[in-house]
Each structure stands twice: as C-alpha cells, then as structure tokens.
C-alpha cells in the first residue's frame, strides 16, 4: 500500500491512495487551557457499505473493494489519539479505539528500547495481534521492521516513510508511506506510532540542527 500524504507533518495531514481518495488524516489542535500538550486525532474514511450510501437508481453500493474505492466518502471515524507532552515526550499518552475517553497508554510504558537509530534508540512495541515491532528513527525519516536480532539495516522495513520535496531544484514531490501487505489488521497501530515516532524524530532532528547552527 502506497499512501501519499498532503503534508509534510504526518500528525496534521491527509492520507490518500494513488487516486487521490482519502482514507486516512490526522488533525492535530491544542487542548483548551494548556500549552504543555498536543491532541493528535487520527481517523479512517467510511466506506459506503458503513454509510448506507445509495447509487443514482436506488441500489445499495456493492461491498467489493472495486465499488467501495470508487464511491468512498470523506466522512470519517476516529481511530485514536495520541495526547503528545511537548515538554517530556515520554509522558504522552497514546490512546487506540473510538474512545478518547479511556486512559491510554503512556509510551514510556508502551515501547522498550533496544538498539540504536541516527536519532537514538529504537522503539519496540506489541501490536494488537500480539506481535512485536520496531521503530528505528533514521537521519531523515522513520522505519517500523519486524523484531529481530541484529543490525536492522539487513531486514527490509514493514512501514517506510518518506519525506516529500517542495520542488525548489527537482520535481516538486509529496511525502509518502510505503506499507507491506499482510498488515491491514494493525494498521492503525502501525499509523498511531508513526505519527509519534516521527514526531519525536522531527524534534530531535530540529534540536540538533539548531545545535550545531550555534555552535
């Protein structure tokens, strides 16, 4: 699955397919009363079988792929939330489901550390299918890969991102998500960690770059 993304903030954009249909985005607002967090809503297109959609004669929309990827609406249903502590990005809070009620998981809790990337260590987690997974964060973009022992830059990556370019001196293109198939059932964990280990990434990749402009 290719997704292109219409920024180059994974945790304020639109993700849409080749076609230009959305089927994900991510909204990112500020809690009222504080200057401490950031809300990261990440939320699915419905499909038109959820929807009850019609077509001109009065027929009810076919369930197959073909049909639903032509009539997709951009009507959506939340998926999760990551309440990012700008402060302390360990103490945010990442939360999976419908419900942005519940408590959530703070990623302190939620991902160990093992090895190392450009920007630290990586960040392995457990998926809701009980798999286990790693972040690495690299120079210039994040990878998820199955757990495995030994250098991760011999296995080939489950989720790649890539940053897009703004078309000073090349073709301007977009930012983009490379995703394995086989994984549709815990994509929306794989994207509700991306958006948070590529936000910590970013972070840290700014902090070094202001460190060494002042230097």
């Known amino acids: 699955m290719l997704l292109?993304?219409?920024?180059?903030?994974?945790?304020?954009a639109t993700y849409t397919n080749?076609?230009?249909?959305?089927?994900?985005?991510?909204?990112?607002k500020s809690?009222?009363?504080?200057?401490?967090?950031?809300?990261?809503?990440?939320?699915?297109t419905l499909a038109p079988s959820e929807l009850g959609w019609r077509g001109e004669q009065g027929e009810t929309s076919s369930s197959t792929v073909s049909e639903e990827a032509k009539y997709l609406k951009d009507e959506f249903e939340v998926l999760g939330q990551i309440v990012y502590d700008v402060w302390n990005m360990e103490k945010?809070?990442?939360?999976?489901?419908?419900?942005?009620?519940?408590?959530?998981?703070?990623?302190?809790?939620?991902?160990?550390k093992a090895g190392w990337g450009f920007y630290g260590r990586n960040?392995?987690?457990?998926?809701?299918?009980?798999?286990?997974?790693?972040?690495?964060?690299?120079?210039?973009?994040?990878?998820?890969?199955?757990?495995?022992?030994?250098?991760l830059q011999h296995v080939?990556?489950?989720?790649?991102?890539?940053?897009?370019?703004?078309?000073?001196?090349?073709?301007?293109r977009p930012s983009t998500l490379e995703?394995?198939?086989g994984y549709e059932g815990v994509l929306p964990s794989f994207l509700?960690?991306?958006i948070y280990m590529e936000r910590v990434r970013t972070e840290r990749e700014t902090a070094t770059q202001q460190a060494a402009a002042a230097s």
């Open 179 to 181: 995703i394995k198939d």
């Open 192 to 194: 509700l960690t991306f």
């Open 92 to 112: 945010s809070v990442l939360k999976f489901g419908q419900d942005l009620s519940v408590e959530g998981m703070v990623a302190r809790d939620m991902f160990s």
């Open 123 to 151: 960040r392995t987690f457990t998926a809701p299918n009980g798999e286990q997974f790693t972040w690495s964060m690299g120079a210039a973009s994040c990878s998820l890969y199955p757990v495995a022992e030994g250098d």
């Open 18 to 28: 080749e076609s230009g249909q959305a089927l994900f985005k991510c909204e990112s």
């Open 156 to 172: 080939e990556p489950i989720l790649k991102f890539q940053q897009g370019t703004m078309g000073f001196f090349s073709k301007r």
């Open 31 to 44: 809690p009222s009363n504080t200057l401490r967090r950031r809300a990261f809503t990440l939320y699915r």
């Open 4 to 12: 292109l993304l219409s920024s180059h903030k994974p945790w304020n």
